[in-house]
């Protein structure tokens, strides 16, 4: 078997590599917020 540089399998790899990456930027992102809302509530006295 000869490898491709551009194989479907490398492809996939990317992909599902980017969505894990993507999944964990934007939940780590969300709950920062979340840290920084709590923090300004406890803050202002609400």
């Known amino acids: 078997m000869e490898h491709e540089p551009k194989s479907p ?3 996939k790899t990317w992909l599902k ?3 894990i990456g993507g999944f964990l ?3 780590i992102k969300g ?10 509530k406890d803050c202002s006295g609400f």
Request: hydrophobic share 75%; no cysteine; net charge positive.
């Open 9 to 11: 399998s490398s492809l």
């Open 17 to 19: 590599r980017l969505g």
């Open 25 to 27: 930027f934007f939940l």
């Open 31 to 40: 709950l920062v917020w979340l840290g920084v809302f709590f923090l300004a």
